[in-house]
């Protein structure tokens, strides 16, 4: 595997230098300063490129080049925004980047209720809590047939929450589901959005009447158009997985499950449309058997996120240590030097630790913590590649 690291770019206070010297081989990242649905001009794409490689590290995949939320829902202006994505592809390919993620999710990119949950180690993660989601959704969208989404026992919950949170509480959960997680990625809504309830708001409508199957009609119109251009430019496409797998705030989600994954491979069954394998995100939905995952659709993976989770029983879910928990890395490490070691890959959301939580970092991207994730996988990778007999050559 290639060793990749998420860098935010020249404001990124975790710097290039930094990142040679902990052995990381390829940058994963994005113009984020480009609006949401503008073109990647192939100078901007090169002024990256360049300062990347001034540091002695090339830029190895795009994540993300986001698809416009009218592209998803299949408004208006989304024959011309496909353009402006295809140009962009055409430039990346242009400039010699040969992976581009992106996501097929609707709204809401990942969710997470707490952003630095205490572990008993002192350590902190990211965490799920499915009652702080569903108050989230009854109490403060106030969606319409919310209460559907969730059992008796678990509206009762609600209610007992519902009693006892603080104003600070609330700010503080609207906070890190809608804005927190949101900003730094490219997303819907910014810090410093004045009223991002209601803007949360709107966008949910805007998915009014599109169910899984229209949804999986507009990704398949997507990438009808968007493949050729990946052919000719030489660019491997690779959509991240739903994260959580699961169905939220009444909105279809369509990469989900071994059945979503093979429905939208055969949708346009080409090499260039495949798979980031996150296996955090996968891991965090029960239905998932992560390693047979991995075997199933190694041929068509473009780019691997190492991270695990576990799921409890009621529901929530934890960011596990990357060498434990659902998304089983060891065996994920095998089965993918087995099948291409040349494929990127990048530890993702790191732990929060000794110090990484004073710094300011965009939730889940601490130094350390990722550090030490990425560590702990470099010396799994060596193992497997003696195991396999892979030598350095192979992997240029
Ligand atoms: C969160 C990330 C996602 C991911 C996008 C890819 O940490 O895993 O935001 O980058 O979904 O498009």
Request: aromatic share 10%; glycine share 8%; charged share 25%.
């Amino acid at each position: 595997m290639e060793k990749t690291w998420r860098w935010f770019g020249k404001k990124d206070q975790i710097t290039l230098p930094m990142l040679r010297q902990i052995g990381v081989e390829g940058i994963v990242t994005a113009l984020h300063d480009i609006p949401n649905g503008e073109i990647w001009t192939l100078e901007a794409i090169n002024n990256l490129k360049w300062y990347i490689e001034e540091a002695g590290l090339h830029w190895s995949v795009v994540e993300s080049l986001p698809v416009s939320e009218s592209i998803k829902y299949g408004g208006a202006d989304r024959d011309e925004l496909i353009e402006k994505y295809k140009t962009s592809i055409a430039n990346l390919g242009q400039a010699g980047i040969r992976t581009v993620c992106y996501n097929f999710m609707p709204v809401i990119d990942w969710v997470r209720t707490d952003l630095s949950y205490p572990s008993p180690d002192g350590t902190t993660s990211l965490y799920f809590d499915k009652i702080k989601f569903a108050y989230f959704d009854c109490h403060i969208l106030e969606r319409k047939g919310a209460e559907k989404a969730y059992t008796a026992e678990e509206l009762e919950k609600v209610e007992s929450l519902a009693a006892m949170i603080t104003e600070a509480e609330k700010e503080a959960l609207i906070d890190t589901i809608i804005v927190k997680t949101q900003g730094f990625i490219n997303g819907n809504i910014k810090e410093g959005e004045l009223n991002p309830v209601e803007k949360f708001k709107q966008l949910l409508a805007l998915y009014d009447g599109i169910d899984r199957d229209q949804l999986r009609q507009n990704m398949k119109y997507f990438l009808e158009q968007v493949i050729p251009d990946c052919e000719k430019y030489n660019v491997n496409l690779c959509v991240h997985p739903d994260d959580p797998p699961f169905q939220l705030l009444g909105l279809p989600r369509i990469v989900t499950s071994d059945e979503d994954i093979e429905w939208f491979l055969k949708a346009v069954d080409h090499p260039r449309n495949g798979l980031t394998f996150c296996a955090g995100s996968l891991s965090a939905g029960i239905h998932n058997d992560v390693p047979a995952l991995a075997e199933k659709y190694a041929s068509r993976t473009h780019f691997i996120h190492m991270r695990s989770t576990n799921v409890l029983s009621n529901g929530n879910f934890i960011e596990a240590p990357h060498l434990k928990g659902r998304g089983h890395l060891i065996d994920l490490v095998r089965i993918f030097e087995k099948a291409n070691p040349s494929l990127p890959m990048r530890v993702d959301h790191g732990r929060l630790m000794l110090g990484d939580e004073n710094k300011g970092y965009n939730p889940g991207y601490s130094f350390l913590g990722r550090m030490y994730a990425l560590a702990q996988l470099d010396g799994v990778i060596a193992t497997v590649d003696e195991e396999l007999m892979i030598n350095a050559d192979l992997k240029e």
